[in-house]
Each structure stands twice: as C-alpha cells, then as structure tokens.
C-alpha cells in the first residue's frame, strides 16, 4: 500500500500522518511507511543496519556498541572514541578546560600537516 497526499505526492506514513521522509531515529519500509531503528540508534537503513548512534555507541557491523573507555581515558564527545586524560591522571572529568586543549591539539596537528 503506498500513500499519498491530496495533491497526489507519495509520502510516508509515520503515526497516521503523511510526511515527506521518516524522522529521526525512524527508516523508510517498502510499503512507504516508518518503522523505529533498534535501540541506541540515530539513523538507519532498516532494522538491522545503523548509521549512526546514540552519544556513548558507535557502529559496529551495523549495530551500536556501547563505548567503554579505559583506565586513564575518557569519552571523547565529538568522535564517539576515548581520548587520554591528563598526563599521570587515572580517572578524569572532561571539562571545558579539558575541550579546549584537545581542540588545540587538533588545530595544532592539522597545521603542521600542512
């Protein structure tokens, strides 16, 4: 069954309204209409298949894994991975200070690339 709009336009039909494209954490089915992806998923391309996850999930073979950092490391928050705490720290607080240094670091890096 495929659903359109009063004007004829094929949509998708996401708790009985018609839209142009499933929101978020929702995928388009064949039948044009949206089904959820599985849990601790953003983004999807059907069940069994995520894009993109949660804060603290990556992908892995499609499905988000829980992020799990080590002793002396702390979850970096803009690419899902664990990042070093301060020289000689065991456990650390990612703080603004924190943010701004690794920040630093990446200009610092990117610039000597050049």
Partial sequence: MFFS??????????????????PETFYHTNERTCDRC????LLCSSPNHCLQCNSSYYVSDGRCV???CG?????????DDCM????GCRKCVLSFRM??????QRRHTAWRRR
């Fill in 38 to 41: 599985s849990v601790n998923c």
């Fill in 66 to 68: 829980k992020l799990e």
């Fill in 5 to 22: 709009d009063k004007f004829g336009l094929e949509r998708y039909l996401h708790q009985g309204q018609c839209l142009d494209a499933c």
């Fill in 71 to 79: 002793e002396g490391e702390i979850e970096d928050p803009d690419y």
């Fill in 99 to 104: 943010a701004a240094i690794k920040t630093a």
């Fill in 84 to 87: 070093a705490c301060e020289e």
